[in-house]
């Protein structure tokens, strides 16, 4: 189990495998209460076979809508930030960072004038300068808080995406914890509780589908994107520093070889 669990990096357990656990909490809950646990049987086995490839298919799902998610939405590249007239960080910090963007890929920051005559080319330019952004700060351990950002908004990303898909096997797992209620299950003889259980899976499933619906939203992926590019725009300061780094180092040695 944990030569498969090696391939997935940090970023998808937490933005792909996260969300699709808890997409199908309440199905997973389902299939586990109705097996007795007292002795291993061909039936466990087949239900934790089918809970991880069912878990594995939420991901790759959500990964699917996930990206559908934020074309619809636009989200993740959030070249409006970097606008005057958006004041999700001040002026002086921005116009800082844009000259030093501009000087990187050679070409010339709009200025406010620029923004209000041609908006469609401003954007275009803060466009490039965030996959310029993206391509410099690649580095986890260095932009460390950048990256924790890109989680969150991955995580949300994809929990919405599969938000009617979980909401779907909420509904039918009602409808089997209905059905069990009333006639039962296969093999739910002899099982400990199966009535309590069944009552808990249901309580599970009202409240779990009362949180896709109501807490997991499209402004909650907004807010996690608009937290996303503000911290990529800040990386600038990193980047910043670590330019002028190896300059100044090496204007120290010429001057202690002049002497």
Not at 117 to 140: H, I, K, M, P, V
Not at 163 to 189: D, H, Q, R
Not at 225 to 234: A, E, K, P, T, V
Request: with cysteine; proline share 2%.
């Amino acid at each position: 189990m944990g030569g498969i669990f090696k391939q997935f990096d940090f970023y998808t357990i937490r933005a792909r495998i996260f969300p699709a656990l808890l997409a199908g909490l309440p199905t997973f809950a389902l299939l586990f209460v109705g097996l007795r646990w007292d002795h291993l049987h061909l039936s466990n086995v087949i239900v934790g076979g089918m809970s991880l490839l069912l878990l594995f298919a939420l991901a790759d799902i959500a990964r699917r809508t996930g990206k559908d998610v934020e074309k619809r939405l636009g989200t993740r590249a959030t070249p409006e930030l970097w606008l005057n007239d958006n004041d999700a960080l001040d002026r002086i910090t921005k116009d800082r960072y844009k000259a030093y963007v501009a000087q990187q890929l050679g070409i010339q920051a709009p200025t406010a004038d620029d923004e209000i005559q041609d908006q469609t080319a401003a954007l275009e330019f803060y466009q490039s300068a965030g996959n310029w952004l993206r391509d410099a700060t690649r580095d986890r351990k260095r932009f460390n808080i950048l990256f924790d950002e890109l989680v969150t908004y991955g995580f949300r990303r994809n929990l919405l995406g599969l938000k009617w898909t979980a909401v779907a096997l909420n509904t039918l797992a009602l409808l089997i914890c209905a059905i069990a209620s009333v006639f039962g299950l296969p093999y739910s003889e002899g099982i400990a509780y199966f009535g309590e259980k069944i009552a808990v899976v249901i309580v599970a499933v009202v409240l779990h589908s009362a949180y896709m619906i109501l807490g997991v939203t499209e402004k909650s992926v907004r807010d996690a994107s608009n937290s996303y590019g503000i911290q990529l725009i800040l990386s600038c300061e990193t980047l910043m520093r670590l330019t002028k780094g190896p300059r100044k180092r090496a204007a120290t040695s010429r001057k202690i070889a002049d002497t």
